[in-house]
């Protein structure tokens, strides 16, 4: 901000080149409203400003200002290129939208710009979180030239897909192909060991990561052992590798902990570790909610009463759980607690369909908690909660998203 009021004082703040560098510097530190002043105040805007404030708005999960931002960019008479086109890869990911991401393929294909490795690789990642990983293997395939995030972003989607033994496998043809793993090589195994239980997978690359590849483990490689490892319920060993890190451990590696000991539930672990959390994020309510919603598994309800009484006196909100999934186009947005859409029914009786169909292969769904005392109950008032045992909050409204990127390429 200093040398932003240098800028100023020079004079040089209505210069092309200088208000691109200050977007980018506000938007890398996560002050998104200052980034929006400097670009909107420059008498002219060049395509590498323009790239700055959409990059904001994607790094800072602003996906809906972004797309925005694409549409007033070409309205302004700039061109999207490769950069545009990664960044507005990234919000078809973040909201995992199928439909605009195969029109933005398109239009890379019909630009010839699927030959760029910084696309491509954006590509495979977003096909991968939209839920295609085959779509990300084909792309992966087809590349005339890989870089590590090339081999990092399939090994990342693969494992997110479940898909372990393919991903341990690529690890060797990544060596073959003179790549070196790097911190997010291991983060991509170790993911991928979480996400398929394999315990005794991953301790093995976290040792390999350490002795073999001479990596020191950061807080990210910290976090996938700590999440496979409460998983699968070894939660004291988790417990002493957050002790043991050389790094201080933040408040979502506690988080993690605190999950896994809700699911084996170990009360006397879990109020240990919400200590560190409290101690770390002291208005967390996400967390409290959590460790409130353990006692009453118990019955314990003296320590939910302090719990909600803390939540109430610290003003604290919980904001609503949210999804949505894309059906023919449109964006279907399901808000916890709201039974406003209007095919709530056939929702219902979908999820009642398969729910007995896991019960049938012997899977236990979890009860809906509700927050009061077993003796305070008036079954009159709880007619709503008829689909108690069903695995889903309770859905909601219908939106439809604009077709941005259909815009963006017609």
């Known amino acids: 901000m200093e040398i932003h009021g240098l800028v100023v004082k020079m004079g040089f703040d209505s210069d092309v080149f200088v208000g691109g560098a200050l977007v980018d510097m506000y938007a890398k530190c996560r002050d998104m409203e200052s980034a929006q002043i400097v670009f909107y105040r420059l008498p002219a805007r060049d395509l590498v400003s323009w790239n700055a404030l959409i990059s904001g708005y994607t790094q800072n999960e602003f996906p809906d200002e972004a797309l925005k931002a694409i549409l007033d960019m070409q309205s302004d008479g700039v061109k999207p290129n490769a950069v545009t086109v990664a960044s507005m890869l990234s919000v078809c990911a973040q909201l995992s939208?199928?439909?605009?991401?195969?029109?933005?393929?398109?239009?890379?294909?019909?630009?010839?710009?699927?030959?760029?490795?910084?696309v491509s690789n954006s590509l495979i990642t977003t096909y991968a979180k939209c839920g295609d990983i085959k779509s990300s293997w084909a792309i992966f395939e087809s590349m005339p030239e890989r870089t590590e995030v090339s081999w990092n972003s399939i090994l990342l989607g693969l494992g997110m897909h479940g898909h372990a033994d393919e991903t341990f496998g690529l690890l060797e043809k990544m060596e073959a192909a003179g790549m070196k793993p790097d911190h997010a090589t291991f983060t991509a195994?170790?993911?991928?060991?979480?996400?398929?239980?394999?315990?005794?997978?991953?301790?093995?690359?976290?040792?390999?990561?350490?002795?073999?590849?001479?990596?020191?483990?950061?807080?990210?490689?910290?976090?996938?052992?700590?999440?496979?490892?409460?998983?699968?319920?070894?939660?004291?060993?988790?417990?002493?590798?957050?002790?043991?890190?050389?790094?201080?451990?933040?408040?979502?590696?506690?988080?993690?902990?605190?999950?896994?000991?809700?699911?084996?539930?170990?009360?006397?672990?879990?109020?240990?570790?919400?200590?560190?959390?409290?101690?770390?994020?002291?208005?967390?309510?996400?967390?409290?909610?959590?460790?409130?919603?353990?006692?009453?598994?118990?019955?314990?309800?003296?320590?939910?009463?302090?719990?909600?009484?803390?939540?109430?006196?610290?003003?604290?909100?919980?904001?609503?759980?949210?999804?949505?999934?894309?059906?023919?186009?449109?964006?279907?947005?399901?808000?916890?607690?709201?039974?406003?859409?209007?095919?709530?029914?056939?929702?219902?009786?979908?999820?009642?369909?398969?729910?007995?169909?896991?019960?049938?292969?012997?899977?236990?769904?979890?009860?809906?908690?509700?927050?009061?005392r077993h003796d305070e109950v008036n079954h009159e008032n709880l007619s709503s909660f008829k689909h108690d045992d069903l695995l889903f909050p309770v859905a909601s409204r219908n939106h439809s998203r604009t077709g941005s990127a259909e815009l963006m390429i017609g």
């Not at 939660?235 to 699911?263: F, N, Q, V």
């Not at 029914?345 to 729910?355: K, S």
Request: glycine residues 6%.
């Open 189 to 372: 195994l170790l993911s991928a060991c979480s996400h398929a239980g394999r315990v005794e997978e991953g301790l093995k690359y976290f040792k390999r990561m350490v002795e073999d590849y001479k990596i020191e483990p950061q807080l990210e490689q910290y976090s996938c052992m700590v999440d496979l490892l409460g998983r699968a319920g070894h939660l004291k060993h988790a417990y002493d590798i957050i002790l043991a890190m050389p790094c201080t451990p933040d408040d979502r590696i506690w988080g993690s902990l605190l999950g896994s000991c809700k699911i084996h539930r170990d009360e006397r672990l879990a109020e240990v570790v919400s200590d560190h959390i409290f101690e770390l994020d002291p208005a967390s309510i996400g967390y409290r909610t959590l460790l409130a919603n353990l006692y009453e598994e118990y019955g314990k309800w003296s320590d939910v009463t302090r719990i909600r009484s803390d939540i109430k006196g610290r003003g604290l909100k919980k904001t609503p759980g949210c999804s949505w999934i894309e059906v023919d186009s449109n964006v279907h947005v399901f808000m916890a607690g709201d039974q406003s859409h209007n095919q709530l029914e056939e929702i219902y009786a979908t999820v009642e369909c398969l729910t007995n169909e896991i019960r049938k292969a012997g899977y236990i769904p979890q009860s809906l908690t509700v927050s009061v």
């Open 97 to 118: 939208i199928m439909k605009s991401c195969k029109e933005v393929h398109g239009y890379l294909l019909r630009q010839e710009f699927e030959s760029n490795v910084l």
